[in-house]
């Protein structure tokens, strides 16, 4: 049998099996692509931020930020529609239907093609409107219109662009998605001073040409990731009558929505819960909220292994499932489980001992939120650990169609049990009982998550979901047997 590296799914060039072999290599291999490309997307959004500061001023890069609030909030919805897509692709490469996989997969491209179109054309209509409910500031509002119309304008690119990405998880291929994830980086950090300050006959458009620079990289993007996938023949490219599957099947499409919706609304309840914190850590004074700041830019990173080995994980869970080899579900959660321990442990160990020349780069040598910020590391940032170990539980069982429990668990863990857990401590213990509201809600989240994870019935579930897959494999199989000339 050949290993992880030489398995090679149905679908043709870039699928990969990801049932067999050594689990945790594999898993570890498949993982670091994405962790590689949320590593550049966040140094894009920062590169670009430093262009917009240096170029334009603070008030423009207030605009961006607040542009980016609305831009999250439709990327919530786009990620669990995507995930959907993956653990249903994965689970029908898993049985061997390919053409399954494809039907899945153009359901979900025709409809978040469709959507993105409707939410660029609304956002560029009503974007006065978004900006004034979110109470803008007069100085800033201009700045923040003319970024965010353009922005609009780039969102059918970029949402293709994830949409085609997390398909290919599905199909076991993660990393070509990082290769043109690497074309739009480049591009759109070399644009951002072309555009912004003007270069030759390319007049200066201001915070405009920033999110001009965005647009263009993410069509380039896409469009070159498409030809690649036809010329490469990728195991998701639609030809000849599959091209129907663009047109959403009414039962596709129910699972991409009614499984997706819930997947989003997960990242909804935890981005909620940290405008709240950050709400109450406002009210502490401004040298606490910058140290609090810098605390995030480092958390951001800190939270990245887990979340590109959860992805990795669900789709090799999906897979697994497909192919009914639910017994070895177990194992591919030790394996994330061990993953995350190594490598987010190992960061967050590294960043406590070497907390102040990492701060300082956010927070400059001098300023007094230096040692507050390191205060904040000490007590919290281990929580981050106890989060990989909730995500890595949570991939395994969104592979068998589980998602209400994990969206219930973070709802008690980031409300209840965090900001209760506040409310109480604050009397005593001031300030830091923002900190550790952090960890004690990871504790929370870990403890009903590992419940939610040890319940009997989603495995049975799953296991009947691999049975339904490898059925219909099996009937597309004969009936293409059938259809075949004598």
């Given at each position: 049998?050949?290993g992880?590296?030489?398995n090679?799914?149905?679908?043709?060039?870039?699928?990969?099996?990801?049932?067999?072999?050594p689990?945790?290599?594999?898993?570890?291999l498949?993982?670091?692509?994405t962790?590689?490309?949320?590593?550049?997307?966040s140094?894009?959004?920062?590169?670009?931020?430093?262009?917009?500061?240096?170029?334009l001023g603070?008030?423009?890069?207030?605009?961006?930020?607040?542009a980016?609030?609305?831009?999250?909030?439709v990327?919530?919805?786009?990620f669990?529609?995507g995930?959907?897509?993956?653990?249903?692709v994965?689970?029908?490469?898993?049985a061997?239907?390919?053409?399954?996989?494809?039907?899945t997969?153009?359901?979900?491209?025709?409809?978040c093609?469709?959507?993105?179109?409707?939410?660029?054309?609304?956002?560029?209509?009503?974007?006065?409107?978004?900006?004034?409910?979110?109470?803008?500031?007069?100085?800033?509002?201009a700045?923040?219109?003319?970024?965010?119309?353009?922005?609009?304008?780039?969102?059918?690119?970029?949402?293709?662009?994830?949409?085609?990405?997390?398909?290919?998880r599905?199909?076991?291929?993660?990393?070509t998605?990082?290769?043109?994830?690497?074309?739009?980086v480049?591009?759109?950090?070399?644009?951002?001073?072309?555009?912004?300050?003007?270069?030759?006959?390319?007049?200066?458009?201001?915070?405009?040409?920033?999110?001009?620079?965005?647009a263009i990289?993410s069509?380039?993007?896409?469009?070159?990731?498409?030809?690649?996938?036809?010329?490469?023949?990728?195991?998701?490219?639609?030809?000849?009558?599959e091209?129907g599957?663009?047109?959403?099947?009414?039962?596709?499409?129910?699972?991409?929505?009614?499984?997706g919706?819930?997947?989003?609304?997960?990242?909804?309840?935890?981005?909620?819960?940290?405008?709240?914190?950050?709400?109450?850590?406002?009210?502490?004074?401004?040298?606490?909220?910058?140290?609090?700041?810098?605390?995030?830019?480092?958390?951001?990173?800190?939270q990245m292994?887990?979340?590109?080995?959860s992805?990795a994980?669900?789709?090799m869970?999906?897979?697994?499932?497909?192919a009914?080899?639910?017994?070895?579900?177990g194992r591919?959660?030790?394996?994330?489980?061990?993953?995350n321990?190594?490598v987010t442990?190992?960061?967050?160990?590294l960043?406590?001992?070497f907390?102040?020349?990492?701060?300082?780069?956010?927070?400059?040598?001098?300023?007094?939120?230096?040692?507050?910020?390191?205060?904040?590391?000490?007590?919290?940032?281990?929580?981050?650990i106890?989060?990989?170990?909730?995500?890595?539980?949570?991939?395994?069982?969104?592979?068998?169609?589980?998602?209400?429990a994990?969206?219930?668990?973070l709802?008690?863990?980031?409300?209840?049990?965090?900001?209760?857990?506040?409310?109480?401590?604050?009397?005593?213990?001031?300030?830091?009982?923002?900190?550790?509201a952090?960890p004690?809600?990871?504790?929370?989240?870990?403890?009903m998550?590992?419940?939610?994870?040890?319940q009997?019935g989603?495995r049975?579930?799953?296991?009947?979901?691999?049975?339904?897959?490898?059925?219909?494999?099996?009937a597309a199989?004969?009936?293409?047997?059938?259809?075949?000339?004598?």
């Open positions: 049998m050949a992880p590296q030489g090679t799914a149905p679908g043709g060039p870039g699928a990969r099996d990801l049932t067999r072999g689990i945790l290599k594999t898993l570890l498949f993982s670091l692509p962790l590689v490309g949320n590593i550049l997307q140094l894009n959004g920062s590169i670009n931020a430093i262009w917009v500061g240096r170029l603070d008030s423009a890069l207030a605009a961006t930020a607040n980016n609030v609305v831009m999250f909030l990327f919530a919805a786009v669990g529609f995930m959907a897509a993956t653990v249903k994965g689970q029908s490469f898993g061997g239907n390919v053409d399954a996989a494809r039907r997969f153009g359901t979900a491209v025709g409809f093609v469709g959507l993105a179109v409707i939410v660029a054309t609304a956002g560029w209509l009503y974007a006065p409107a978004l900006l004034r409910i979110m109470s803008t500031p007069a100085d800033i509002f700045f923040a219109l003319a970024y965010l119309r353009v922005i609009f304008v780039a969102l059918p690119a970029t949402m293709i662009s994830v949409m085609i990405s997390m398909g290919l599905g199909a076991g291929d993660a990393k998605s990082l290769y043109f994830m690497i074309v739009s480049v591009l759109d950090c070399g644009l951002n001073p072309v555009f912004i300050a003007g270069l030759g006959p390319i007049p200066a458009l201001g915070i405009a040409g920033s999110a001009l620079a965005t990289s069509y380039v993007s896409m469009l070159v990731l498409v030809i690649y996938a036809y010329a490469r023949n990728l195991p998701l490219r639609l030809r000849g009558h091209l599957y663009l047109l959403p099947r009414m039962d596709e499409l129910r699972y991409i929505v009614t499984k919706l819930p997947m989003g609304a997960q990242m909804l309840i935890v981005s909620g819960a940290g405008i709240v914190m950050l709400g109450l850590v406002n009210r502490e004074g401004s040298v606490t909220s910058a140290a609090y700041g810098a605390s995030l830019q480092v958390w951001t990173y800190l292994p887990a979340m590109a080995i992805a994980l669900s789709a869970a999906a897979q697994a499932i497909g009914g080899l639910v017994e070895r579900l591919i959660t030790r394996a994330g489980l061990i993953l321990l190594a442990g190992t960061m967050t160990a960043l406590l001992l907390d102040r020349p990492v701060l300082v780069l956010f927070l400059g040598s001098t300023s007094p939120a230096v040692d507050m910020a390191r205060h904040i590391q000490m007590l919290a940032s281990w929580s981050y106890l989060f990989g170990m909730t995500i890595m539980l949570f991939g395994t069982m969104r592979a068998g169609g589980v998602v209400m994990p969206l219930m668990v709802a008690v863990a980031m409300f209840p049990a965090r900001l209760g857990f506040y409310h109480l401590a604050y009397p005593t213990l001031g300030a830091d009982a923002l900190w550790l952090f004690v809600g990871s504790l929370a989240a870990v403890a998550a590992a419940i939610a994870y040890a009997p989603w049975a579930r799953a296991q009947s979901i691999g049975a339904a897959r490898r059925q219909q494999a099996e199989a004969e009936c293409a047997a059938e259809t075949m000339p004598g």
